[in-house]
């Protein structure tokens, strides 16, 4: 398995509602990231996880909030947002926190706050 | 901290050979990458550097050059596939190079 998986692929929700996005990885790999990407923008790093731990927030707003519950499992909740954080949401994982390689992207999720 | 730089929008003709730049300005550097995007969808790795020289992967070629702070990549026998975006990240030595900034992007159309 050579996959990132997301889901869902597509997100509507209102202001006031909770929703989380799941992200899933099978091929060992220990650091996970969340990325938000608006059109034509390049992705911005949200979060990084390693080994389980979280080790990177780029001063994003509580009204995000990631868990990793296991090595294979991102999760990222969602309460609150607003229209502005419509965007598409990408995970990604890469080997470990020291490997000089590249990341494995997930297809994203795209999400629209109304 | 980083700043990278690329070309917003390149044109190229089908069949033909284009040459997206990067340069980059970084307090530490642990490689460098080259993603493929097309629209809506996730980016794809295309190519890595981490040493100075030309990697050479069938149609793609990526170059880096640490002291000038630059890089390249080469796309050959253009294909009307390859119309997409082509981001150019730097890893950097913090944070056990989990910092991984992606530049703004060049958006290239591939014309008949």
């Known amino acids: 398995d050579t996959e990132v998986t997301q889901t869902p692929k597509h997100l509507v929700m209102g202001m006031t509602n909770k929703k989380s996005l799941k992200c899933e990885q099978h091929?060992?790999?220990?650091?996970m990231y969340w990325y938000k990407q608006k059109a034509k923008k390049p992705p911005e790093l949200m979060f990084v996880y390693s080994y389980e731990k979280l080790s990177i927030n780029e001063s994003v707003p509580s009204r995000f909030s990631p868990e990793c519950p296991n090595s294979s499992l991102l999760n990222l909740h969602l309460h609150a947002l607003q229209p502005e954080d419509s965007a598409l949401y990408l995970c990604a994982s890469s080997q470990d926190n020291v490997y000089l390689g590249g990341y494995t992207f997930g297809s994203g999720t795209r999400l629209t706050v109304v | 901290g980083q700043n990278i730089d690329q070309p917003t929008e390149m044109t190229a003709t089908e069949g033909a050979i284009v040459q997206i730049n990067c340069t980059y300005q970084?307090?530490?550097?642990?490689?460098l990458f080259w993603y493929q995007q097309h629209a809506g969808e996730a980016p794809t790795f295309l190519s890595y550097?981490?040493?100075?020289g030309l990697e050479e992967k069938g149609r793609f070629s990526s170059f880096l050059s640490r002291s000038k702070g630059y890089s390249y990549l080469l796309l050959k026998e253009l294909q009307m596939k390859d119309s997409a975006s082509y981001l150019c990240a730097v890893r950097d030595a913090d944070n056990y190079g989990q910092n991984f900034v992606f530049g703004p992007g060049t958006r290239l159309s591939v014309l008949p």
């Open positions: 091929m060992g790999h220990r650091a």
């Open positions: 550097n981490v040493l100075d």
């Open positions: 970084t307090s530490g550097f642990n490689g």
